[in-house]
């Protein structure tokens, strides 16, 4: 009987319903409960070549035991519940059909050479099924349960398959499933390569009992096989590492690199930095309330939007907090990093007063949602996004920095103030403006961290400190330098965490960075400027 149902399937598939199967599956499914185990297992066969999506639910009914026929019109229903619990539903449509007297039905018995047959029914025809993606879940399902009796069904699925991809992993099924057989062993090697070559931890759950075969053959195969994928698993979390490092980078890149214009190019302590990256992370979230309620088709454009508008928020609050406060205290660091924390406390309440002290929901765009895989590494595309972003920003800045007119004042001021205002530079106007770019971008990063962190007051007092760490090890006033060791630290970071714990790992670069500076004070990329000359 095992043998029959691919065989059924192939014929339906190649020359369309036999005679025997062109009865309705509504009328095959009143046979089931007639004749012997045998017979209602060809019922199952004929059921399962149908090909009908609706009988899956019905197949599985039958391998639970909740198949009924009702007694007074031999009526065949699915029944879930027990006693006065017991609730009848159409087996095909799955409509609720009410309770279900007690000894009105009779279950329709199965033994476990039904169950197989079951089993079998059902890998037909989700393997079958018209979906590619239906088809392709149903392989991977059947490899993880590495089933012998879905062998035939396997096989007839794999010969009737067109799509490549759905073939080989219909065939990598198969392999698993030839495995866990008593199969020749010369065949059984040749399925563990097939494996071998799906790799990942499916395969070596697969293989791994294998190396203790009794058979030295497959023992052997099988332990070259497990020892190549840990190899290859290994060099792929090497490579992951190195992708959560890239994507921390990337965001210490943006938290630090404004900081570094201010207090890097400036000289000035911004505590208030964190904050500023904060409310342009709320300026987000605002934007995208907005949409929700007045043009919801724009979403997928909600960042592109709020974007600029961050950075016109934190800029112009930067800008006011030079003007107002800063610009009196040049030269005096410890009264500008004590004013700036006052500000980062009122800015703090402000947006606790307007917002509340509760995280904000903050979506992400359709085309930022999901992931993809690379080999064995998952890659999501919030983080890929970000990582674009950040690149974006820090090559916007270079520009604007090195080949724009107010770049070229701002390093004039930066260098020699007094020869600068002689030359005509309004010095002041320089002071403002960058103190409001470093804060704009600022703003920026708030939107990129809106996609991957909690939006609360406190998001800002999460990277304050760590982009004190970038600016100082890469190297005060150099962008550069704040790149290198935004995406260095990010990957070191992620390399430790596995080995010493994510806490401990952030004691141990805070103690190499404060070494490192105590052999370069000036960091890794020094440059030459105000805080430096002073």
């Keep these: 009987m095992r043998r029959l149902l691919p065989l059924l399937t192939l014929l339906c598939l190649a020359f369309g319903p036999l005679p025997a199967l062109s009865q309705s599956l509504e009328a095959l499914i009143r046979q089931l409960p007639e004749g012997s185990f045998s017979d209602r297992a060809e019922v199952v066969a004929a059921i399962a070549a149908t090909l009908d999506e609706r009988a899956v639910g019905v197949l599985e009914a039958l ?18 519940g ?54 392709l879940a149903a392989a991977n399902a059947a490899f ?19 799509d490549a991809s759905v073939a080989e992993a219909i065939a990598q099924a198969q392999a698993a499933a030839l495995l866990a057989s008593d199969a020749d062993p010369a065949l059984r090697v040749e ?4 494996v071998r070559a799906r790799g990942g931890r499916d395969a070596l759950a697969v293989l791994t009992p294998l190396r203790a075969s009794e058979v030295p053959l497959i023992a052997e195969a099988a332990a070259a096989a497990v020892a190549e994928i840990e190899r290859s698993q290994a060099m792929w979390a090497r490579a992951q590492n190195v992708w959560f490092g890239l994507s921390l980078g990337s965001v ?25 990256i904060m409310l342009g992370a709320y300026t987000t979230f605002v934007t995208q309330e907005l949409i929700r309620g007045h043009a919801p088709g724009l979403f997928d454009w909600s960042l592109a939007i709020a974007a600029p508008l961050a ?41 606790r007063s307007v917002f509340g002290p509760t995280n904000r929901e903050v979506g992400n765009p359709s085309w930022m949602s999901g992931a993809f895989q690379l ?78 962190d909690n939006v609360s007051p406190n998001l800002g007092q999460s990277y304050i400190i760590d982009s004190f760490l970038v600016v100082v090890f890469g190297g005060a006033g150099n962008l550069w330098g704040t790149f290198a060791a935004a995406f260095s630290l990010g990957i070191v970071n992620k390399f430790l965490e596995p080995v010493a714990g994510a806490v401990l790992a952030k004691i141990l670069v805070l103690v190499f960075i404060i070494l490192f500076i105590q052999k370069r004070p000036r960091g890794l990329f020094p440059q030459r400027g105000r805080a430096v000359e002073a």
Excluded: C
């Excluded at 570094?260 to 911004?270: A, D, E």
């Excluded at 800008?319 to 703090?348: C, D, F, K, N």
């Design 311 to 351: 950075f016109l928020v934190a800029g112009g609050i930067g800008v006011a907090m030079e003007r107002g406060i800063v610009r009196h205290l040049y030269g005096r660091p410890l009264e500008t990093l004590l004013a700036t924390w006052g500000v980062s406390l009122i800015l703090q309440q402000t947006v």
């Design 144 to 162: 993880q349960s590495a089933d012998p009796d879905q062998l035939e069904a396997l096989g007839a699925a794999l010969a009737a398959e067109q």
């Design 82 to 135: 027990r006693g006065s619990k017991a609730r009848a539903f159409d087996p095909l449509t799955g409509e609720e059909l009410g309770p279900v007297p007690a000894r009105s039905t009779t279950a329709i018995k199965v033994n476990n050479a039904l169950r197989r047959a079951v089993r079998s029914g059902i890998a037909t025809l989700t393997l079958m099924h018209r979906d590619p993606t239906r088809r």
């Design 375 to 452: 080999g064995e590494m998952t890659v999501t595309l919030n983080r890929l996004t970000i990582i674009l972003f950040a690149l974006v920003v820090f090559a916007g800045l270079l520009v604007l920095l090195r080949r724009t007119p107010f770049g070229l004042r701002m390093r004039a001021v930066t260098q020699n103030r007094p020869m600068a205002a002689e030359m005509g530079i309004r010095t002041g106007w320089i002071d403002a403006m960058t103190f409001g770019l470093g804060a704009g971008v600022a703003g920026l990063a708030g939107v990129a961290l809106s996609q991957i």
């Design 252 to 276: 210490l890149l943006l938290a630090a690199v404004g900081l570094g214009i201010t207090f890097g190019v400036m000289g000035v302590i911004n505590m208030a930095h964190g904050e500023l």
């Design 191 to 194: 399925a563990i390569e097939t």
């Design 63 to 80: 391998g639970e035991g909740d198949l009924h026929q009702r007694k007074a019109d031999g009526a065949i229903l699915k029944v879930t």
